[in-house]
């Protein structure tokens, strides 16, 4: 297996995660916060899908889904390819809201779709290329910028497990 077609089944798990994660949750739960200085489930798996939507969508040389596809209207938010809640504050944290799961998967999958595709293309050879980001040293490669989505993505994935499953107060996830 090639380093591009491994990226592709840990996106895959993430993506797997949070169906299995958010399917039928109730919004009340995808929308709490644990804690008052704590990121919501919902808040979790949104940043996580905006982080793999910036980074991927880069990478290809393609338009963010965020604004491209009016991704930001179906959430209330503005058009802004920078906001993928990287320093939001707790108070915005806590005013994001979702009626339910769906528009969160839904956004997920498009993004994850649009990753499979553009990692489909990646040969050995383009993990190498390095990225014009001067103000990293040293310049980190397309291959740098992968690992570093399944890092970020796979952390927040299991946040927003781990929440479903305090909330719940039993393992709730389906084997």
């Known amino acids: ?27 009340d739960m ?23 939507d910036d980074h991927m969508s880069d990478l290809a040389g ?7 596809k009016g991704w930001h ?16 504050t707790f108070e915005q944290v806590a005013a ?10 839904a956004y997920q999958d498009a993004v994850f779709e649009r990753s499979q595709a553009y990692l489909a293309t990646v040969k050995p050879a383009d993990l190498d290329r390095e990225l014009d980001e001067p103000q990293y040293d040293p310049l980190p490669t397309a291959g740098v910028r992968l ?3 399944v890092s970020d993505n796979t952390q927040h994935a299991g946040q927003v497990a781990y929440l479903r499953g305090q909330f719940e107060g039993k393992r709730w996830s389906r084997a």
Do not use: Y
């Open 96 to 105: 994001f809201k979702v009626d339910s799961a769906d528009l969160l998967l």
């Open 73 to 88: 209207a179906r959430f209330g938010m503005a058009p802004d390819d920078g906001e993928t809640g990287q320093g939001h």
């Open 1 to 27: 297996m090639e380093g591009a077609a491994l990226i592709a089944e840990a996106l895959g798990r993430v993506n797997a995660i949070l169906h299995r994660s958010l399917e039928g949750a109730p919004a």
């Open 147 to 149: 690992v570093s989505v």
């Open 62 to 68: 393609l338009p963010q889904l965020w604004t491209g």
């Open 30 to 52: 995808l929308c709490r916060m644990p804690a008052p200085h704590a990121n919501s489930m919902a808040w979790t798996a949104w940043h996580l899908t905006r982080v793999q």
